[in-house]
């Protein structure tokens, strides 16, 4: 660790504890990955002796994405094909846990990794505490006042957080231009970046830093805040900020672990490179997507991307090499693609780069990575050679696969077919003369041939040629075990296949047996696991980790990832919903079944009310009978009661006229007199 006691001028002070420069003004800094993992990081770190970039500790304990992520080689393979630029002062804006700056400090470039984080920063101190070209510097890049003759200033990863820690109207704009003062006139700004326009992303993976799906697409971003940019628009943004030498590179499948680094300008150097195959054979190893991500064939649409012209701009990932000077150097102009494999024990790490020679045609150079490492298991019957050879156009027989297994209403029968082809091209590699129409699977043949996958070997008709042929068993093995490797690694380069004729097939060991079947052969558990133990074997050889087979109760339960599965995540949440809606509707059963019941003592008393009504109605009906009788009867009473009256009348007018008649006054006088 570099103890540049020039920092103590600009305000900062040693931390000895953890070996790092720190500002007593430096803000908070509100990103992380969680205080469990980055405690989980650094104590990892911590308790190694080693944390070399290939260190043997450190990759055991790359176990899910997060130690993987700050922990894995591979994280330094998007810097490799600039590893001769970057000896000189190097900048490392935001260096996180430290992946990348131990890459640099190796590397041998005089490096400044400045982290707003505190405890990143101390992690970055951790990884590189034996690195004396190293200083790290723990602060808010905004408050950094160093002189502006970088080499090299990076932003892996950084940029699409501008928004959340510059406060300005164009923050992305305003920390460009800040790298590109700190910058020599003819340095180097690295600026590494998710595209926006992805094909993973149009394919329906989930945006990389938000996790949902076509935010990035749809543009969705809530500003200020994380955003990423298509490739137009960032292009156009580092010409805004100053910088006029632009070089850009495709990292596949994407920059966080770049397996391939392809030139997005490649026609002119070489037509019969291939950029589509490697961006295909990089697919699969995207640990972020799956087939529940994405919508389509991510293998199979790299070539129809490739022959329109738009690899550049649906590209998963960017690397932009700019410089402020236009005269630049940066990418030499032979240039093509870099390939790494990484992802082995450090003595077997391999580096291949593809370039052009004067007339156009593409050369391969092999290298090791670390010539100087120990190899380990060097006991187990395998080999290793890194042989030169000639790059090789056309197609290989594991694309024949991959457009089978692609195809809705595939067939076991097209597989083995496939595996008949691979046979006949096995048996012409040794050069044997093979009579028999029947496949002998018990067969042995030459170690070397471990290496002769599918994926290795190209067709030209009736001729074939096997390519990349590292690895060999020391003894003979049996053509059983080839088919088995064969299989299995076939299925390894896609990440989703289509629904096959019958959909039991999406059952491995239904899938394995039913093809061994057509070749005349039983592929039964002995078989699986005599296979599957020399395949650990050498895995435990290339890898330099100790691998065990997959027990076969429960390899016979994997079924293949297919185009089903992106439904089902879609549906996933409706059917989340089915326990609710169960209980839900319970709940309104029970409140029926009472209606019901109520329903029922209701109609009782309707029925009863109605009994009740018509009695009702007979009594009125008897009532108004007897009712409209004693109205008849009234109104003859009535009758007779006029009658009466009128005698009643007359009578009374009788009367008053003999009351007034004289005879009557006379009979009074007389009645008086008397008395």
Not at 324 to 339: E, G, M, Q, R, V
Not at 584 to 599: C, D, F, H, S
Not at 617 to 645: M, P
Request: charged fraction near 25%; proline fraction near 4%.
């Amino acid at each position: 660790m570099n103890n540049n006691p020039n920092l103590s001028d600009l305000g900062y002070r040693f931390l000895d504890e953890y070996q790092l420069w720190s500002s007593d003004e430096t803000a908070s800094f509100e990103y992380s990955d969680g205080d469990g993992t980055e405690n989980k990081i650094f104590d990892i770190i911590r308790d190694s002796d080693d944390v070399s970039l290939f260190s043997d500790q450190l990759r055991v304990q790359c176990v899910d994405w997060p130690t993987r992520y700050h922990l894995s080689p591979t994280r330094a393979n998007l810097l490799r094909p600039l590893s001769h630029q970057l000896k000189g002062r190097i900048l490392e804006i935001g260096s996180g846990c430290g992946a990348i700056t131990r890459f640099l400090g190796e590397n041998g470039g005089d490096v400044t990794a400045i982290e707003g984080s505190f405890r990143r920063a101390k992690i970055t101190a951790a990884r590189t505490r034996d690195l004396q070209n190293v200083t790290v510097i723990h602060d808010d890049f905004n408050n950094l006042n160093m002189d502006g003759n970088f080499d090299v200033v990076t932003l892996i990863g950084v940029l699409e957080y501008a928004g959340l820690f510059l406060k300005s109207a164009d923050p992305v704009g305003d920390l460009l231009k800040s790298a590109r003062r700190m910058l020599h006139p003819d340095g180097l700004l690295i600026v590494a970046i998710e595209n926006q326009l992805g094909l993973k992303y149009l394919a329906g993976a989930n945006e990389d830093h938000l996790n949902e799906p076509m935010v990035g697409v749809h543009d969705l971003y809530t500003k200020p805040g994380i955003e990423t940019f298509g490739r137009a628009d960032l292009q156009s943004r580092l010409q805004s900020a100053g910088f006029e030498k632009m070089e850009l590179a495709l990292p596949f499948p994407d920059y966080k672990f770049p397996s391939s680094i392809i030139r997005s300008e490649t026609g002119a150097l070489a037509t019969t490179f291939n950029k589509a195959a490697l961006a295909a054979e990089a697919t699969p190893r995207d640990s972020q997507i799956s087939s529940a991500d994405v919508c389509f064939s991510l293998e199979r649409a790299w070539g129809v991307v490739d022959r329109n012209n738009l690899t550049a701009d649906l590209s998963n990932s960017f690397l932009f090499v700019v410089s402020p000077t236009s005269d630049t150097k940066i990418f030499a102009d032979d240039s093509l693609a870099w390939h790494f494999s990484t992802e082995r024990q450090p003595k077997y790490c391999k580096s291949v780069f593809f370039k052009a020679d004067a007339n156009g045609t593409v050369l391969i150079e092999n290298g090791l990575i670390n010539p100087a490492a120990e190899a380990k298991f060097s006991d187990l019957p395998f080999e290793h050679t890194l042989r030169s050879e000639h790059y090789q156009t056309g197609e290989t027989l594991g694309v024949s696969f991959v457009k089978i297994v692609q195809k809705k209403g595939w067939t076991a029968k097209e597989i083995s077919d496939l595996l008949r082809c691979y046979y006949a091209v096995l048996i012409d590699q040794q050069s044997l003369i093979h009579e028999s129409q029947k496949i002998d699977l018990s067969l042995k043949v030459p170690g070397y041939l471990l290496d002769t996958v599918p994926q290795n070997i190209i067709l030209y008709g009736e001729q074939s040629t096997a390519i990349d042929q590292e690895w060999s068993a020391k003894n003979p093995i049996s053509l059983a075990y080839l088919m088995f490797r064969a299989l299995t690694t076939m299925f390894r380069m896609v990440v989703s296949i289509a629904p096959p004729a019958e959909m039991r097939w999406l059952n491995q060991v239904a899938l394995y047996q039913d093809v061994f079947s057509l070749l005349d052969f039983d592929f039964n558990e002995a078989q699986y696991l005599e296979c599957a133990q020399l395949e650990a074997d050498f895995m435990t050889f290339a890898s330099g980790l100790r691998t065990v087979p997959i027990p076969y109760e429960v390899w016979k339960q994997h079924r293949y990832p297919n185009f089903l599965d992106r439904a089902d995540a879609i549906h996933q949440p409706y059917f989340d919903t089915i326990p609710q809606l169960e209980e839900l509707a319970g709940t309104y059963i029970r409140q029926i079944k009472w209606l019901e019941g109520e329903n029922a003592n209701w109609k009782m008393r309707f029925e009863k009310s109605d009994s009740n009504l018509q009695q009702l109605q007979d009594s009125f009906d008897v009532v108004n009978s007897e009712l409209a009788t004693s109205i008849s009867n009234l109104r003859q009473l009535e009758g007779d009661l006029d009658v009466l009256q009128r005698h009643h009348d007359q009578a009374q007018t009788e009367l008053k006229s003999i009351k007034q008649s004289r005879a009557w006054r006379t009979l009074q006088f007389l009645l008086w007199k008397n008395r």
